[in-house]
């Protein structure tokens, strides 16, 4: 789990804490603490009063931050990770939960964010991962227990820019806000239309070799023809150049282009694949109250190494591999490619973040009691999924309610895989 993969459901279970943990033992020392994030090296609850109150002054931050905003991570959720940073893992000592309580309740009260202590195992040490449940619309803004050198108790905590501070003006306005919008939550569900299983692709680094080594003789082979005869001097002639560009410039675009083919191949693969429909994944947003939720935003984050479009064209403005110059002696003289088309109904967005995408999609209108199906995304698996699911994450918002759900959703994918090799000679012949 990288530390800038941003997961929508919070981490609830020991696995899941221990790949937080991990990440930010293997993150670079120059990694910075978020908002729904802080880390301490060294800690001792049991003999110093200061990381006491520090322990207690972070759970208050994370608990007084926006919902909406906090709902985008985690669900909401935080975590204090205390015995671990980026490059170091120093540990801390067990306590038994009862004194955790009695040490870090004592700043946060019986009326403060909801937490809750784990323990985890990393290199052989404890470290302790304290979960703060996520802010609501309608939460007082939460303060301090019991006063603590300058901070007197009713102190109030934020975070910012991976901090713990005293609001400003403008934070004390958003908790006043959060405090008075207890009404009009959202609530929605996200689910398949219809499932089938999913199919996916076999591509090797030979197929790729192979392909870029075709298109090496393709281009090249014209280069090897001879030349016409020229006509006898007496016979009148008008002779066509045979390329509007010279050899030597047609020689340069050709190196250009292959240097970059296993990126067009790539590309192909990944346009067949969509153009075949091998994972085709329809979502329905379904209302089932009698209230209109307007601006309803969905965003879907798919697992590491799953390629999403929304049409076969996705992969080439994605990877933007170079074009392929036209052969030589084809063309004579320039020709001007057509204006391309645009479509202007909006779908979404796609974002490719490290390893995962992640889909925002266009905001539209749920009626009351009614279902809307949202454009369908085409997915582009490798072998590596076949006979395995596919997890999707989704959460939803809305602009006319308060808060957000989350859920995920399990795809099947079918055993066997289609070769690529199949995939490239449809997108091929599409593009023709």
């Known amino acids: 789990m990288p530390l800038n993969v941003a997961m929508v459901r919070p981490l609830r279970t020991r696995a899941e804490l221990t790949a937080l943990v991990e990440a930010i033992a293997l993150a670079p020392a120059s990694e910075h603490e978020t908002d729904y994030l802080e880390w301490k090296s060294s800690f001792d609850l049991r003999g110093r009063a200061e990381h006491k109150f520090e322990a207690g002054k972070h759970v208050i931050g994370f608990g007084n931050r926006h919902p909406g905003h906090a709902a985008r991570v985690f669900g909401g959720c935080s975590y204090l990770v ?5 490059q170091s893992v120093a540990g801390v000592p067990f306590e038994d939960a009862a004194d955790l309580e009695s040490w870090i309740g004592a700043y946060v009260g019986s009326d403060g964010p909801q937490w809750s202590p784990t323990y985890i195992e990393c290199d052989g040490k404890q470290v302790l991962v304290v979960t703060v449940e996520a802010p609501t619309w309608g939460d007082y803004p939460f303060t301090l227990a019991r006063g603590f050198g300058s901070f007197e108790a009713g102190q109030v905590f934020i975070r910012r820019a991976g901090k713990t501070v005293k609001p400003n003006q403008a934070e004390v306005k958003m908790l006043t806000e959060r405090a008075k919008r207890a009404s009009d939550r959202i609530a929605l569900n ?9 199919r996916t692709f076999d591509s090797s ?10 298109e090496g003789r ?14 006898p001097s007496f016979v009148p002639s008008i ?9 030597d410039e047609y020689v340069s675009e050709m190196q250009l282009y292959l240097a970059r083919a296993g990126e067009r191949w790539q590309a192909l693969v990944l346009a067949g694949a969509v153009r075949s429909q091998m994972a085709p994944v329809a979502l329905r947003i379904t209302n089932p109250t009698d209230q209109n939720f307007a601006g309803v935003e969905v965003v879907v984050t798919l697992p590491d190494q799953a390629w999403v479009f929304f049409g076969p064209d996705g992969p080439f403005g994605l990877i933007n591999p170079r074009e392929p110059p036209d052969v030589w002696g084809d063309h004579p003289f320039p020709v001007p ?40 995304l085409y997915l ?14 989704w959460v939803a918002t809305s602009t006319s309610a308060e808060g957000s759900v989350a859920g995920e959703l399990e795809l099947p994918v079918a055993p066997d895989s289609t070769p690529a090799t199949a995939l490239v000679s449809a997108a091929e012949a599409a593009l023709t």
Not at 82 to 86: D, T, V, W
């Open 218 to 231: 393709r281009l090249s082979g014209p280069l090897h023809r001879p030349r016409p005869e020229p006509p």
């Open 239 to 247: 002779r066509m150049p045979e390329d509007f560009r010279d050899r």
């Open 337 to 376: 490619s057509p204006a391309p088309t645009t479509s202007f109904e909006p779908r979404g967005e796609v974002r490719k973040r490290d390893n995962h995408f992640e889909v925002t999609f266009a905001p539209v209108q749920v009626r009351p009691r009614r279902p809307y199906d949202l454009p369908i």
């Open 82 to 86: 205390l015995g671990a940073e980026p």
């Open 190 to 198: 996200v689910e398949l239309a219809h499932v089938a299983a999913l």
């Open 380 to 393: 582009a698996l490798s072998r590596r999924f076949a006979g395995e699911a596919v997890t999707l994450s």
């Open 205 to 214: 680094a030979q197929d790729r070799q192979d392909w870029v080594d075709g």
